[in-house]
């Protein structure tokens, strides 16, 4: 029903900027939230920043303030730019759409380390 293709993520020194964006297709004309999930080595996975219906913007406290989260719903894509990036940050990021009706959609991760 719908298909999620992530780019972006990498290393980078800490302080450094990284920008993922996530492009979403498939049978669907609306969403209830699209954006951006992270899982840490051993820990739970974590929203960092969503998008929700109307336009409403959600992050996580922890990325307040250095991340900025952006759709463009023509293209069906969210943008998440990180900047003052910190080792605590370092996890694979998951791009995430959620459809009406409760059907949830996944990407496949993408690696970000924040490493001097």
């Known amino acids: 029903q719908a298909r999620l293709e992530e780019s972006g993520g990498g290393s980078v020194q800490p302080g450094g900027s990284l920008r993922l964006s996530c492009a979403a297709s498939?049978?669907?004309?609306?969403?209830?939230?699209m954006g951006w999930y992270r899982q840490a080595p051993g820990k739970q996975r974590e929203l960092v920043g969503r998008v929700i219906s109307g336009g409403s913007l959600e992050y996580a406290d922890s990325v307040k303030g250095r991340f900025t989260i952006s759709r463009n719903a023509a293209e069906r894509t969210v943008t998440l730019q990180m900047n003052n990036l910190k080792p605590e940050d370092t996890a694979v990021y998951y791009c995430?759409?959620?459809?009406?009706?409760?059907?949830?959609?996944w990407g496949q991760g993408t690696q970000v380390t924040v490493s001097s």
């Open positions: 498939g049978r669907f004309i609306r969403t209830l939230a």
């Open positions: 995430n759409l959620r459809l009406p009706g409760g059907s949830e959609f």
